[in-house]
């Protein structure tokens, strides 16, 4: 069976701890990769400084030439996997495989995080606003007549990844361009995608040294939080919460991200249907940017059942089916606990208005494999248990609300798509420190622009400005 | 050697057991020496464990030991009447929270050291050296253990304080950082005594020792055998302490706790994978690996179960019960020709959560 390393400073180390990641659909283990003890880890991250001075001994301009090379690498050819090599189909077919996810979506999201790498100098403008890049060169430099300094946070960032969708791995890939070494703890079931991205660096010319990947358990991705300069975790409302209020972590915990309907549009709300069924159903319904409520002031009823009725269509297909538009639960047992905390979660405030449009229930069998189906929960409340919740796959509530109430009542909100023209609540939401990236108009919470950070800025969080003066 | 020379080994084994089980049995169920708890156990059932039991697998007849009855007092109902004017210490076990569990002790821990201390080569624990106890204190086994195990070897035994109630406390409120500044004053204790008194051997636990490897070489501190245990231990750690942490000093495993006392572990070998297997003291204990779902049926050898213990002592009486660990059944070998277990961790069934949230 196929193994995947550990990566220690870039050097291939096979554990005596092997875990297996099973396929979704005959729950047989389809690759095994080593497991790193913690000590392993501590005693890696303990010379971390060296490959930072590895990284900066490159220019912007050349770790970015690297990444456009890398990018190309990632997406058209075979790289190391291993002691094997695997080519991009079957990197789609492997994340499938451990995933779940149908090709279709692996595809995009394979797209996704090549865009990101051929597209670096316009994310790296986007993230740091500077003309002039090589002001990270040098460490100081001269924007719009103004003396500019900037300093590294830290020495590496380590990078708790999960495994339910590849397209995440976009926000962490520009930290290489920016002279910041990768210390990677991949997704149980997705130790692909950060593995390939390595290998398309080193295929590229960065150094090995630059990369270390660590499966690991809980304990280990502690580590990689504790000793890495920075860090960046993906996790579920558990694990975010034990590094809330550290600095030095960027949280991309649930996204809870939203469709606002304002009283101006509400009358409107037909035209905003596509946008709503997009947000709420791309890739699946997993990542933290696709809509999981909808809020409006009128016609909540009326949006919901609409929703209901558009979303009641989307069934099961094959992996391979170009139309796939849901995945399957690598497990079948977690996609039935979910089901049953909605359900534990239901009263006579809430109405699972999916119910009636589909012919069987909510957990669905399709090819042997366990699906969620689109659910659509209409509650009479946003202080309903249902109102403001996010699951793994294609889940939103309608909630109906005074605009008055609007942003506050809508809590922390990563991405918002709001369908207004009054002014009040534009400005309102523009001062609303609770969202993170506001879409003002039809765009769907799914869209992404690369000058656009969001989630916080990748920039911000690996540099820090100093104030600066030289003498002339 | 040869199958045939290790069945009559693993026969005479069990002669020893069964044999060994009627003496401990009747020494616990006789009113003249036994201790209240199991006297009053045998009134209470309406049956004599002396009359009827006649080898090991009669202990099935008690069910399974209740680890709830060693919580709260009196502590005296477990001193077997023998002992009663005898020097009897407390022994416990969890107490993060709550009423720890206890268990009396006057000698075992001796006892079981003393054997112990016959499977260290002198070679890398020398005779008079002096030891480092870089481990839990307080109400443990294990600290009088060491130092006795030391003692016992003719060295001196350096502590440190730790109390492992605090480590959990702090853990469970969420309080990573605090329990890591914790974890290095208790290594920055060790390290002032490795660096002040002449100090040969260790014990340690596999977080400290991980530990204390990343601020010095103990080999340079002069540090020649470490025995190693008091929390799960992996193949990977055992792999990688020996052949990153220690640099050539002697590495012996362990597993052991306050209920049964101390496992050795036998000595690896390339084909073990750097696999622990770990031998329980028979005939005063026996360790055991049983299908969780019917935890009255061993698992076949290589398969994973449920640990069971029987613990066989004239101080303690424990019979069938049920660890929270999990682990493989090993095959009886030459030098210890009965059940072993082999890469024992915290039982997986104990552990599930439902994830909520997409991230």
Redesign the interface.
């Known amino acids: 069976m196929l193994h995947i390393p550990i990566l220690r400073k870039g050097e291939p180390y096979r554990s005596v701890e092997i875990e297996r990641a099973v396929h979704y659909r005959t729950r047989e283990p389809y690759v095994q990769y080593s497991r790193a003890n913690v000590g392993l880890v501590r005693r890696d991250l303990s010379t971390q400084a060296q490959a930072q001075k590895i990284l900066a001994g490159f220019s912007i301009a050349e770790l970015m030439a690297i990444s456009i090379k890398a990018g190309k690498h990632f997406g058209e050819d075979d790289l190391p996997l291993g002691d094997s090599v695997q080519s991009p189909q079957q990197y789609v077919e492997s994340v499938c495989a451990t995933t779940g996810l149908p090709w279709v979506m692996v595809r995009r999201n394979l797209t996704k995080i090549r865009g990101v790498m051929e597209e670096i100098e316009t994310v790296l403008r986007g993230l740091t606003r500077l003309p002039d890049l090589s002001v990270l060169d040098k460490g100081f430099g001269n924007f719009e007549g103004q003396a500019v300094s900037f300093y590294p946070r830290g020495d590496s960032l380590g990078v708790i990844l999960p495994s339910n969708s590849p397209g995440v791995h976009a926000l962490w890939v520009p930290a290489l361009s920016m002279k910041t070494p990768l210390i990677l703890k991949p997704g149980s079931a997705e130790p692909w995608s950060p593995y390939r991205i390595a290998q398309a660096f080193i295929k590229a010319g960065l150094p090995k040294e630059v990369f270390g990947y660590y499966p690991t358990d809980h304990a280990g991705g502690g580590e990689i939080l504790r000793r890495c300069g920075r860090g960046m975790l993906f996790g579920d409302v558990g694990a975010a919460k034990a590094w809330q209020g550290d600095p030095r972590i960027e949280i991309h915990g649930p996204g809870y991200s939203k469709i606002i309907i304002g009283e101006d549009q509400a009358d409107n709300w037909e035209k905003y249907l596509d946008v709503m069924v997009e947000s709420i159903v791309q890739n699946s319904g997993r990542s933290c940017v696709n809509a999981s409520s909808v809020w409006v002031t009128k016609h909540s009823r009326k949006i919901a059942e609409a929703l209901a009725e558009r979303l009641a269509k989307v069934m099961p297909r094959d992996e391979s089916d170009p139309r796939a538009e849901i995945a399957p639960f690598a497990n079948a047992d977690v996609a039935r606990r979910l089901s049953s905390v909605i359900d534990g979660d239901m009263d006579s405030d809430s109405v699972d208005v999916t119910a009636q449009y589909r012919d069987g229930s909510r957990v669905a069998e399709f090819q042997n494999c366990t699906y969620l189906l689109p659910t659509i929960i209409h509650v009479n409340s946003s202080q309903h248990a249902l109102a403001n919740r996010e699951f793994l796959f294609p889940f939103a509530s309608v909630v109906q609300v005074k605009q008055s109430e609007l942003p506050e009542v809508c809590g922390p909100t990563l991405v918002a798509t709001v369908l207004t023209e009054d002014q009040n609540l534009t400005t309102r939401l523009l001062s609303s420190a609770h969202i993170g990236r506001l879409n003002i108009g039809p765009i769907s919470t799914m869209k992404i622009s690369w000058d656009q950070p969001h989630e916080g800025n990748l920039f911000d969080h690996l540099y820090a400005r100093r104030a600066f003066q030289m003498a002339s | 050697m040869s199958q045939t020379d290790l069945n009559a080994k693993k026969s005479a084994a069990r002669k020893a057991l069964d044999a060994h089980v009627r003496k401990i049995v009747n020494w616990h169920f006789d009113p003249e020496t036994g201790c209240p708890f199991w006297l009053n156990w045998a009134k209470q059932n309406k049956w004599d464990p002396r009359k009827d039991v006649k080898g090991y697998d009669d202990l099935d007849r008690f069910g399974n030991f209740q680890d709830e009855w060693l919580r709260g007092g009196p502590v005296r109902k477990w001193v077997p009447k023998a002992y009663a004017n005898s020097p009897i210490s407390i022994f416990e076990t969890g107490g993060s929270t709550g009423v720890p569990k206890a268990r009396i002790n006057y000698n075992d821990f001796r006892i079981d050291y003393e054997n112990f201390s016959e499977t260290l080569p002198d070679k890398f624990f020398p005779k008079g050296a002096n030891w480092l106890s870089l481990g839990p204190t307080g109400p443990r086994r294990l600290r009088m253990a060491v130092e006795h195990l030391c003692q016992h070897r003719g060295g001196i035994c350096f502590m440190v304080d730790l109390d492992p109630r605090w480590v959990i406390k702090v853990m469970r409120r969420?309080m990573?950082?605090e329990a890591?500044l914790y974890k290095q004053h208790v290594v920055d204790q060790g390290l002032t005594l490795l660096k002040a008194h002449d100090i040969n051997c260790m014990f340690t636990t596999?977080?400290l020792l991980?530990a204390i490897c990343?601020k010095v070489s103990l080999k340079k501190l002069g540090i020649k055998g470490i025995f190693c245990g008091g929390t799960e231990m992996?193949?990977?750690?055992?792999?990688?302490?020996v052949e990153?942490?220690l640099e050539g000093i002697y590495f012996a495993p362990t597993y052991g706790n306050t209920l049964m006392g101390l496992a050795t572990h036998k000595a690896p070998t390339k084909a073990d994978?750097?696999a622990i297997i770990y031998y329980p003291p028979a005939p005063r204990a026996v360790l055991e690996v049983v299908d969780p779902d019917n935890t009255s049926k061993l698992v076949e050898y290589g398969a994973t179960g449920r640990v069971r213990l029987t613990t066989l002592t004239k101080e303690f009486f424990v019979p069938r019960f049920l660890e929270r660990d999990e682990c493989e059944r090993e095959a009886p070998c030459d030098q210890y020709p009965w059940d072993g277990v082999r890469n024992v961790r915290p039982f997986s069934r104990f552990q599930k959560?439902?994830?909520?949230?997409?991230?």
Do not use: S
């Open positions: 969420g990573i950082q890591e596999p977080k991980e990343e992996t193949p990977q750690f055992h792999r990688f302490a990153e942490l994978n750097w959560n439902v994830v909520e949230g997409v991230y």
